[in-house]
């Protein structure tokens, strides 16, 4: 196991779900895994469960996560200022989200991560 996936809070009337993410092996960063991984689940929330929208929340320094979903067709929506304490210094969360018809347009392809 190299991380973890998921699509949580899912919301049936919404039809939209939060997509999670972890890859734990470092070594495995840089290489498409989250990309490919990130495209799988995508095409599972809208053709398989019949979403309209999926969205997430990353911290704002973590410029390689943020390559990476734009290149699955994610756009920034907005930021949470400060809304992340780690250590003695605030981060900003950037929500980011991406719609099924961005999806199924072909907006997830590109170049890796």
Known sequence: MIGQIR???????????RLAVGILTED?????????????VLGYAFAGMGLNR???R??????????????????VEGRARQSARIGDRFHDDVM???????FS??????KRA
């Open 7 to 17: 699509l949580h809070t899912v919301d049936q009337t919404d039809l939209s779900a």
């Open 28 to 40: 495995q960063l840089g290489r498409g895994v989250g990309r490919r991984a990130i495209r799988l």
């Open 54 to 56: 999926v969205d997430l």
């Open 58 to 75: 990353v911290l704002d320094f973590n410029e390689r996560a943020i390559r990476c979903y734009k290149a699955c067709g994610f756009q």
């Open 96 to 102: 980011m989200g991406v719609l099924a018809q961005e």
């Open 105 to 110: 347009s072909g907006l997830c392809v590109g």
